[in-house]
C-alpha cells in the first residue's frame, strides 16, 4: 500500500511546496532569492534528520544486532547525503547574488556542512568497501554514531562562531520572519518530509533485496543444485 | 537576472532529486531481473 501511495504523496507535497515558495511575497533584502531559501533550509533540516535517523538505527543495530536496523541506518545515511548535496548546491547558488561569492572556507557554516557532507560520504563508501555483512553493519554503526555529532555542530556553527552565514532565524523562543514566508518554509520542511519517509522506505526496500542476492550469491556452488536422481533399472 | 538563480536552485534540487530517484528503480529493477 505504502509503495504507492507515499510517492504520490510526496509528489503531490512537493507540487504543493514549489507553488507556495514561488507565490510567496519577496523578501525586503533579498528580493526574490528568497525563494530559494524555503528549499535550502528544508533540506539542510532533513538531512539533519536522517543522519538523526541513522544514529538511533546504528544505536538499535549494535543493540540488538538486528539487520532492519542496518538497512534503515544506511538508507537514512545516503538520503541524508542527498539532502546535504542540495543543500550546499542551493546555498552556492543562492550565495552568489546575495553575498557574491559561491563558496567561502572562512565561513563555519559552510565548511562544516561540507565536512558533515564528505564524513557521510565516507561512510558509504566504507560499507562498500566491506564485504562482510556483520563486519560491514558493525563499522558502519559505530561510524554512524560517532559522526551524527556534527549535526549539532553544524547547526550551532552561526551561533559559536560568528562567520558570513546569518544566524538562527527560528529559535525556540523568536521566530524573525513574516508569517507568510514561514508558511512558505513549513509548508516545504512538511513536502521534504513526505518525500524523506518515501525516499527511505524504497531504499531499505532495495537494500532487503540487495541482501537477498548478496545471500545468494555467496551461497557455495552447487549448492542450489539438487543432485540428479539416478535411474534405477527396470 | 534574479529569476535564472531561481530557476537554476530550483533545478538543480529536483534534478538530484529525481536522478536519485531514476537510479533506485533501475537498480530495483535490475536486481529483480537477476533475481528472476
Known sequence: MTKRILPVLAGLALVAGLFVALSSPPDVLQGDFVRILYIHVANAWLAFLAFGVTAAASIGWLVTRRAGYDRVAASSAEIGVLFTAVTLFTGMIWGKPIWGTFWDWGDARMASTALMFFVYLGYLALRRATPDRVARARRSAILGVIAVVQVPLVYFSVVLWRTLHQGLTIRPDSVQMEPEMLTALLVNVGAFSVLYLALLVARVRLARLEEAMEVHEEAPAGSAVTAPRLETGP | ?36
Open chain 2, 1 to 36: 537576472m534574479s529569476a535564472a538563480w531561481i530557476w537554476a536552485a530550483y533545478l538543480v534540487t529536483y534534478g538530484l532529486i529525481l536522478g536519485y530517484v531514476v537510479s533506485l528503480v533501475r537498480r530495483a529493477r535490475q536486481l529483480t531481473r537477476r533475481g528472476s
